[in-house]
């Protein structure tokens, strides 16, 4: 199925605390994108991480994600030791991508997608090390849109309410349509570009 | 008894998740000198374990910035030589304290919903960063910037709140050497905003406010490097009055609400000047039987409607009566009175045979009703014998003050 990934990186730096980096324009502009820190809390450092998560506009996302400690070498050229906050504590960089109308992907094609966010996390990690601007937003993340097999779509409200409607376990058939329309409804309104810089 | 809101406020780094999982740490086990204990389910109690356990470990980082909202339940458990009761509940919100500061956070529905429970809590801990109060004592900018800036939502959310209010001042092992909690509490109280916000809180809500110095790791255990980190020495962790916010909250709250009761049925009969009637409520020779019986009537005429002003003002009240008005009538009644007689017993018989005494309730305790009395008689002591050696930390009211205003 083709699936459309927008990246998004969290982390924190000496003063300032968990907050999105780079995240997906739409979740920006609806003021969603701070869901991205809630979502992605564990144990870090994390191994690849899949998990649904459904907006205030009841659109279903997939996250996919990892996370990596903040390393010196990040933010210079030597050093691999872990940055730590002002207190001592350990910082770690959370990166990934969020895709839209998706349920679940292969592990291969997940991992595929995380990995070349790193580069452009590491890239804003190291102009936000230096960032005490409490106030300064995400950057905005356009979707890439990747072809990617065995993926499983998500179904959103439009098909709860048309099987709830029709008061049916519907068909493949009548699943797939539905998430089509749905993902189009969705999409108009923000223009997915392909992303130049990938 | 219901579960009472204890919930605490402050910057990232303030040192609230530290805090708890000392305080757990010391009160989970039952202590020959204490009444009670805290109780949690197994999950909870694994995971404060393991995160005091890497807290207290010398050769491990400290903890990790809390990335999201979590809920700690606990019960209060008073063992009697039956079985154990548990009269008291205590929920404890964690989360990260970026959220208060920041405004993409703001816009999220559950960051909301975190604050809007923050402002109807029935105790607030206002954290204050030992290691910015250290910078403000040494007169550094970063001390200043810390109250002007880091600490304004904090206090924000103190204001917009109905109950009695705790200032800690965290990281206690790295001031106790230079600064008396007096001289914290002058700086603090020169402060425009920091008094402002005294002020108008002892005015209109009247409830407690205390500034009570806490160390979650105790003297010692760590120090300051000139880098500016925290490095662990290796002293092993001697926490320092971290269960003197918990031990305060119930005894403040419950003397908050039987004030508020009081104010309530003074506007109810709507004699001239409300506050100088409450005065004379709580000076008249039978003040707290009276108002025991006031707040009694009130309770059971407000409890059905969930209505009242009073209910409309406090809504973390309100959800109490509402959910066992029976309790909380006789929580308050004779309240005043009770708290005297107990400082009567505990200064004609010494402190050891009060000690005894209680010891003794507490192994006779039969029912949840008179497991809450243990408490009450235990909280009340600790918070005595804690306002008597630190009376600087007493900013606005305290149990002393209310007492005096009952005895009249
Ligand atoms: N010296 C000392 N340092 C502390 C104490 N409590 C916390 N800290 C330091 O403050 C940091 C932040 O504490 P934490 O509880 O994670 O803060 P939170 O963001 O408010 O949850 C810790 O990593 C320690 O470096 C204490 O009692 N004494
Ligand atoms: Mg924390």
Not at chain 2, 40 to 63: C, G, K, M, Q
Not at chain 2, 307 to 334: F, M, S, W, Y
Request: aromatic share 8%; hydrophobic share 40%.
């Amino acid at each position: 199925m083709k699936v459309q990934a927008y990246p998004f990186a969290v982390a924190r730096n000496r003063t300032l605390d968990w907050r999105p980096l780079i995240a997906p324009a739409p979740l920006i502009t609806a003021g969603q994108d701070f869901a991205l820190v809630l979502e992605t809390a564990g144990q870090h450092p994390l191994d690849l991480v899949q998990r649904t998560w459904t907006d205030s506009s009841s659109r279903p996302w997939l996250l996919a994600y990892h996370s990596v400690p903040a390393t010196r070498a990040l933010i210079s050229a030597d050093g691999t030791d872990q940055l730590t906050d002002r207190f001592g504590r350990p910082i770690f960089l959370v990166e990934g991508v969020a895709c839209p109308q998706v349920r679940s992907l292969p592990a291969g094609g997940a991992k595929q997608l995380v990995d070349q966010v790193h580069t452009r996390a590491a890239d804003k990690f190291r102009e936000f090390w230096e960032c005490e601007d409490e106030e300064a937003p995400a950057q905005a993340t356009q979707a890439l849109e990747a072809e990617i097999k065995d993926a499983e779509p998500a179904l959103g409200p439009l098909w709860r309410s048309a099987a709830s409607a029709a008061g049916i376990a519907a068909s493949a058939t009548l699943r797939s349509i539905v998430a089509l329309v749905e993902a189009r409804l969705y999409s108009s309104g923000t223009k997915v570009v392909e992303e130049r810089t990938w | 008894m219901e579960t009472l809101d204890v919930h605490a406020l402050g910057p990232s780094g303030s040192g609230k998740t530290v805090f708890m999982a000392s305080l757990y740490s010391r009160l989970r086990i039952r202590r020959s000198d204490l009444a009670f204990y805290l109780k949690t389910d197994h999950d909870t109690s694994l995971d404060l374990n393991a995160v005091f356990n890497r807290i207290a470990n010398p050769d491990e980082s400290w903890p990790e910035a809390s990335q999201d909202v979590q809920e700690w339940r606990f019960s209060v458990a008073v063992p009697s030589s039956g079985a154990d009761f548990e009269p008291l509940r205590v929920s404890y919100l964690d989360y990260p304290g970026g959220v208060l500061t920041n405004p993409q956070a703001a816009a999220d529905g559950r960051i909301r919903s975190l604050l809007d429970r923050l402002r109807s809590a029935h105790g607030l801990l206002v954290l204050l960063d030992g290691m910015a109060v250290n910078d403000l004592m040494a007169g550094r900018p970063t001390g200043q910037r810390y109250l002007d800036f880091d600490l304004t939502s904090s206090l924000e959310i103190a204001q917009q709140s109905r109950c009695p209010i705790h200032f800690l001042v965290t990281k206690w092992d790295l001031l106790e050497k230079a600064y008396s909690l007096g001289s914290i509490r002058d700086r603090l109280l020169d402060d425009e905003n920091f008094n402002d916000l005294i002020a108008a809180k002892a005015r209109d809500v009247g409830a407690t406010i205390r500034l009570i110095p806490v160390s979650s790791v105790g003297s010692g255990f760590a120090e300051l490097t000139p880098e500016g980190g925290m490095r662990k020495t290796g002293v092993r962790a001697r926490p320092y009055n971290v269960e003197i916010p918990l031990v305060a909250v119930l005894p403040d709250f419950m003397q908050f609400a039987y004030q508020e009761v009081a104010r309530r049925e003074a506007s109810l009969e709507d004699a001239p000047g409300g506050s100088s009637r409450i005065q004379a409520l709580m000076s008249s020779p039978d003040a707290s039987a009276k108002i025991g019986t006031y707040a009694a009537q009130i309770l059971r005429r407000i409890a059905p409607t969930v209505g009242g002003r009073l209910l409309q003002h406090n809504p973390a009240l309100a959800a109490l009566i509402a959910n066992d008005p029976e309790t909380v009538a006789k929580a308050l009644t004779g309240l005043a009175d009770r708290l005297l007689k107990l400082r009567q017993e505990r200064e004609g018989s010494g402190r050891a045979a009060f000690l005894d005494d209680l010891h003794r309730r507490r192994l006779a305790v039969h029912s949840e009703r008179e497991a809450y009395e243990v408490l009450e008689r235990q909280f009340t002591t600790i918070l005595d014998e804690f306002e008597l050696h630190h009376p600087d930390s007493v900013l606005s009211a305290g149990t002393r003050s209310f007492l005096q205003g009952a005895a009249g």
